[in-house]
Each structure stands twice: as structure tokens, then as C-alpha cells.
């Protein structure tokens, strides 16, 4: 028997709400789940390893991207799948995954879907299953903070956006693989281990969470109206023909940068630093993704 355990951001909401979960485990059998209810992400992997130590079997993680990443980066290395139920501002992993962005559907691919096994990637010594990076993305969520997300909704992102178009450029230097893929002025630096970034955009039309390597994109752009070429380019998924744009992959990433600058993970933004060294962990999780005959 499945021993479930739900891990909830309670100030997210998704359809009924977690009274709904509730009554939703219930009629599938699970009366009984190991609860834990946090307000901040950064509060769930304690509750996380407690739901481990109680025999949890299934975790299933209520909220958005920042509370899914902490749960990745605690059960990794683990063979407990991971349920989301996409309760966020932005759900970037589900999107990807196909998973429903409602409760019933959500609900029934975590206790009856396929189980998959997901690479994801380290930055710094902390996980990310979608992306990470410096520069224009790590300025755009800074600005979106969690007043503005909780009055607005999506609409923060395209705010901040507007305003990260004039961040300055920095000087950066990455190295792919141990080869030096560029050196130079740069304004964004992108990590991908999927497709579909924030605000619906791919960059990385052929990236996949399951495929041993990452998807690295640097943006040289300056100002809005090069911004704006770049953008449109990401947005007809012509971004190998950007001007100011350059993407590779690889499994170790190495970006040292001329000043102290902040970062972002899965939409959460880090401490300033100047360097980021990234790597690939390959199938470090399982998680439940529709059916293949969906």
C-alpha cells in the first residue's frame, strides 16, 4: 500500500484548495496522508525528510516551481516519485511534463500516471529541474517579488521583464565542457534542462529533462530594441538564428563573471556571486507525468 505524503505551500491555491485535496485522497483510499503545511519553500525540505522518516512512499508537493525545486533537491538520489500539484504563479515543470493544471487531473497523474526518471541540475551545490541562470532572468524574478506575483499573477514577470531589458551588460567568461564557449560582455546567461522558460518562451526547442545534458544559452543583447530581435527569434523558436544569441550544451558549465551579481533557480532568486559551476545529475528523479497513451 502507498503511503502518501502531501507537502503544501498553504498561501497557494489551485481550484478547491487543499480542503478539496483532502476530500479528493480520501475518496481515492488515502484517509490518512502524512500533512505538512509551510508558508515559505525554503521550509519544505525539513518537512520533506519527516515525511521520508514516516514511510512516505509518494510525495506530493502543492504549490509552484520554487516549492517543487526545494522537493527535488531533497529527494534526489531517492526512488520516491514526486506528484506536482501546479498550485504557482508559474508551474514551469508541469507545463513541460504535460501535467494539468487543474486539481483532478493533477491528482489523478500523480496516484495513476507513469513514473519518469528526470535529470536535473546542480548549480552552486543546490538543484534545478527547469532552469537557472545571471543576468536578464535573475534580474526579471528580483523584481518580481511576492507581492507583486500574489496582486498580478503573471503579469509581474512581464512588468520585471520590461524593466530587466536595462540591466547593464557584465563580463563573463563560460566554459562548456572544459572549452571556453564564450568570452566577452554578455547580459544573460541561461542554464536549461527543459524546454518552455518563463513567460511560455523556448529557447531550447529540442532540450529534454532526460537526456544526460544541459542546454546553455548566452544573450548579448543591449537594450530593448537588440532585446526585442532576440526575443522574437526565442519566440518563433529561431533562437540558432539570433544575432545576439548563441546556445550549446554540455553536462559541466563554468560562468565567471567581472562582479558580483544575483542569481535565479527555478524562479527563485539566490545571493549575489561571481561565479556559477553547474553540472548534470542524469535520472536523479522520479516523477509522475500522464500516461504515454494520454
Not at 514516516?54 to 520554487?66: E, F
Not at 529527494?75 to 504535460?98: F, K, Q, Y
Not at 536595462?166 to 547580459?187: H, I, N, Q, Y
Request: proline fraction near 4%; aromatic fraction near 4%; include cysteine.
Amino acid at each position: 500500500m502507498t503511503s502518501v505524503a502531501v507537502i503544501a505551500h498553504r498561501r497557494k491555491v489551485l481550484d478547491g484548495g487543499l480542503d478539496e485535496l483532502r476530500k479528493r485522497l480520501g475518496a481515492a483510499g488515502f484517509t490518512d496522508p502524512i500533512w505538512s503545511e509551510v508558508d515559505k519553500s525554503r521550509k519544505a525540505p525539513k518537512q520533506v525528510r519527516k515525511a521520508l522518516d514516516a514511510g512516505a512512499d509518494l510525495v506530493l508537493v502543492w504549490g509552484g516551481d520554487g516549492i517543487v525545486q526545494r522537493t527535488i533537491d531533497t529527494l534526489a538520489g531517492r526512488d520516491v516519485p514526486i506528484g506536482i500539484l501546479p498550485a504557482g504563479t508559474a508551474n514551469l515543470l508541469a507545463t513541460n511534463l504535460g501535467i494539468p493544471i487543474e486539481l483532478a487531473g493533477a491528482l489523478d497523474v500523480a496516484l495513476h500516471g507513469d513514473r519518469r526518471r528526470l535529470d536535473v541540475g546542480v548549480v552552486n551545490g543546490e538543484r534545478f529541474a527547469v532552469m537557472a541562470g545571471t543576468g536578464f532572468d535573475a534580474e526579471m524574478i528580483r523584481n518580481a517579488d511576492r507581492k507583486l506575483k500574489d496582486k498580478t499573477g503573471r503579469l509581474a514577470y512581464v512588468w520585471s521583464g520590461a524593466r530587466a531589458l536595462r540591466v547593464p551588460r557584465r563580463r563573463m567568461r563560460v566554459r562548456v565542457d572544459d572549452a571556453t564557449f564564450f568570452d566577452g560582455e554578455a547580459s544573460c546567461v541561461l542554464v536549461g534542462n527543459v524546454s518552455t522558460i518563463s513567460g511560455g518562451m523556448t529557447p531550447f526547442a529540442d532540450a529534454r529533462p532526460d537526456d544526460g545534458v544541459l542546454d546553455v544559452g548566452v544573450v548579448t543583447a543591449k537594450g530593448p530594441a537588440q532585446w526585442a530581435r532576440v526575443l522574437t527569434r526565442v519566440v518563433t523558436h529561431k533562437t540558432d538564428k539570433a544575432k545576439h544569441a548563441m546556445t550549446t550544451r554540455g553536462r559541466t558549465i563554468d560562468v565567471k563573471i567581472d562582479k558580483a551579481v544575483p542569481y535565479e533557480l527555478d524562479g527563485g532568486e539566490r545571493p549575489e556571486v561571481k561565479r556559477l559551476k553547474i553540472t548534470v545529475e542524469p535520472a536523479a528523479i522520479i516523477v509522475c507525468v500522464p500516461t504515454s497513451d494520454a
